[in-house]
């Protein structure tokens, strides 16, 4: 069978979901909950850190192009792509367990280096990871079936990664409260740090182990011949991005969403804690509605793009989105209502749909960029352009790590009190609902500029196979 249609085994869809699995159980965990574990456990100021946060991004900058270049240059034994879930699997692991050790409590020297050496590990995995499902396959419906699958282990991971405060909790201190004279579990202070790490260990030695599954049960079927990967170096990076305009349009899309996504993810646990005053187990189950709709919506992604296209998919499921911050920012900010927690958790099930299945779709067009760059180019840099998409997603994450950093900072929030002020809380609430809302609504205009429909997809594989079988 050749490799444009190409169909995958569920053994080998799954086996290749396990690596989102995996990194989700690492990354996001680090993406999601250091920021919270600086401010809270590590003694960082706010602006502190989210200053480090944007000075790791410059340095993904330039290391990203490297790590893709290599990666199509490179040719380990056990496969171009699939060999870097183990090598780069295992340092990523310990960097990020180091990321949550507060041996070291409010030394920024020792959280730049653990946190530099975690984000160029994981860009040892991402890239690579990326690639190696442009590898396996050109088929547009299969690649589409093949990246729900991914989404639906991605989300399996973030709903494990948001029961963090009750793993915590397992490990965590208990102190009296003086208010209610009862023993209390303590997982967002100094006296949690063992707690954390603990928690962190578990998260990323399973992680671990899942990216050796997914190792096993991957095979690489489309490849750049040796010829032409003797060819490849850094700069290339550029100049796929200048000639490749949807993969442009796409990784634009990228940093909007990965921002607005971090805004959010890491706004919860403030929004949780000082807007609701929620309970470990309030803000886990908070936390779960951000992931549950993902079983529900992504298997159903295929049928529905067949109907509405991809644009209007992504215009269908951000609008969902949007509307469902602004009701959440209404709700609680009506007092009648901001104690209504079965209301929020409605709301917070309805703006989670939205944002699963527009921003788990989005990794499906990753591998078209790369195809549409063969048929420009006549080459497969699978690997530089998944770096690209990693430099912009990454950047993402860092804005949405600065963002929450200096609006915290702005409104006055103190991580010594337990209570905040009015514009505290109002400005973790914009975190959680307005500004990304805002930020959605760009994404809907961006995604609207991308051109490669099913149809165009299938004329550039028929013309790229065809031109394989004149060589």
């Given at each position: ?161 948001k029961t963090l405060p009750l793993v915590i909790a397992i490990f965590a ?167 209504c927690f079965p209301l929020l958790c409605v709301v917070q099930f309805f ?13 499906a067009l990753v591998p078209e960029t790369v195809t549409y760059g063969e ?97």
């Amino acid at each position: 069978m050749d490799n444009v249609s190409q169909k995958l085994s569920w053994r080998e869809r799954i086996g290749l979901g396990t690596g989102e699995l995996a990194q989700n159980l690492i990354y996001q965990t680090v993406s999601i909950w250091l920021l919270f574990f600086y401010t809270n456990v590590y003694g960082l100021k706010p602006e502190t850190a989210a200053v480090m946060f944007l000075v790791v991004r410059f340095i993904d900058i330039l290391w990203d192009p490297v790590v893709g270049a290599f990666v199509d240059k490179a040719s380990p034994r056990w496969g171009k792509y699939r060999s870097w879930l183990i090598l780069g699997g295992i340092p990523l692991a310990a960097f990020a367990i180091l990321c949550f050790w507060n041996g070291f409590s409010g030394s920024l020297l020792y959280a730049y280096v653990t946190y530099v050496g975690m984000s160029m590990c994981f860009t040892l995995i991402n890239v690579p990871y990326g690639a190696l499902q442009s590898s396996v396959t050109r088929d547009t419906e299969e690649i589409t079936i093949l990246t729900t699958v991914r989404m639906l282990f991605a989300n399996f991971g973030g709903l494990v990664i948001k029961t963090l405060p009750l793993v915590i909790a397992i490990f965590a201190p208990r102190v009296l409260n003086p208010e209610t004279g009862k023993m209390e579990v303590v997982y967002n202070t100094p006296e949690a740090g063992t707690a954390w790490f603990i928690t962190m260990g578990i998260f990323a030695l399973v992680g671990l182990a899942l990216f050796f599954i997914c190792f096993a049960e991957s095979r690489e079927r489309i490849a750049m011949d040796k010829s032409d990967t003797e060819k490849v170096k850094a700069s290339d990076l550029w100049m796929e991005l200048v000639r490749n305009r949807p993969l442009r349009v796409l990784s634009i899309f990228f940093i909007v969403a990965f921002t607005t996504m971090s805004i959010s993810n890491a706004a919860d646990s403030y929004f949780m804690t000082y807007n609701i005053q929620a309970t470990p187990l309030m803000t886990t189950v908070f936390m779960w509605l951000g992931t549950i709709p993902a079983f529900i919506f992504l298997p159903l992604v295929p049928a529905i793009k067949k109907r509405t296209g991809k644009k209007g998919l992504f215009r269908l499921f951000l609008g969902f989105a949007i509307l469902g911050m602004l009701l959440m920012y209404l709700f609680v900010s009506a007092p009648s209502l901001k104690n209504c927690f079965p209301l929020l958790c409605v709301v917070q099930f309805f703006k989670s749909s939205g944002v699963l299945v527009a921003t788990g779709y989005m990794w499906a067009l990753v591998p078209e960029t790369v195809t549409y760059g063969e048929y420009q180019t006549g080459r497969r840099v699978a690997g530089i352009v998944n770096a690209i998409i990693c430099i912009f997603m990454k950047a993402g994450i860092a804005l949405g790590g600065v963002v929450p950093g200096l609006v915290l900072s702005w409104v006055g929030f103190n991580a010594s009190h337990q209570a905040q002020t009015p514009l505290a809380e109002q400005g973790i609430l914009w975190l959680v609902t307005l500004i990304p809302a805002a930020l959605y609504l760009l994404s809907i205009f961006i995604i609207g500029k991308y051109e490669l429909t099913d149809s165009k997809m299938e004329q550039i594989n028929k013309e790229i196979t065809e031109r394989e079988l004149c060589k």
